[in-house]
């Protein structure tokens, strides 16, 4: 007889019904992402976490809307070409994520504190 590996959940232990598509880990039910390209939660919580860093910095970084009385085609222009930025730093920050390394998605659940079995 030889050893042969489980497949149990990366997370619970649990018996594995799927396998994440981003990095690997086995996943049983209650820990398969309820996205649609079929990563586990810890990788969608990666790409949120994330996307939300980019937004609040697109937030900090544009000026209020209450600003003194300048007319209003400066600042519709200005909010126009923030959120245009926005979007572009979201997009690149999705590609970034998804052509990540194992080591990089190792460390960043490291940094997060996400423990898996493996």
């Given at each position: 007889m030889t050893y042969r590996q489980a497949l149990v959940c990366a997370y619970c232990g649990g018996s594995e019904?799927?396998?994440c598509s981003r990095c690997g880990c086995r996943l049983c039910e209650s820990h398969r992402s309820t996205?649609?390209?079929?990563?586990?939660?810890?990788?969608?919580k990666e790409l949120e976490d994330e996307l939300d860093l980019?937004?609040?910095?697109?937030?900090?970084?544009?000026?209020?809307?209450?600003?003194?009385?300048?007319g209003e085609a400066?600042?519709?222009?200005?909010m126009?070409?923030?959120r245009?930025?926005?979007r572009?730093?979201?997009?690149?920050?999705r590609r970034r994520i998804e052509?990540?390394?194992?080591?990089?998605?190792?460390?960043?659940?490291?940094q997060a504190g996400i423990v898996t079995r493996w």
């Open positions: 019904s799927t396998l996205r649609e390209d079929g990563w586990c939660w810890a990788c969608g980019v937004q609040f910095r697109a937030l900090i970084n544009t000026p209020m809307e209450n600003q003194p009385d300048g400066p600042m519709e222009s200005w126009t070409l923030a245009w930025v926005a572009f730093r979201q997009k690149r920050m052509g990540r390394s194992r080591d990089e998605i190792d460390a960043w659940r490291r």
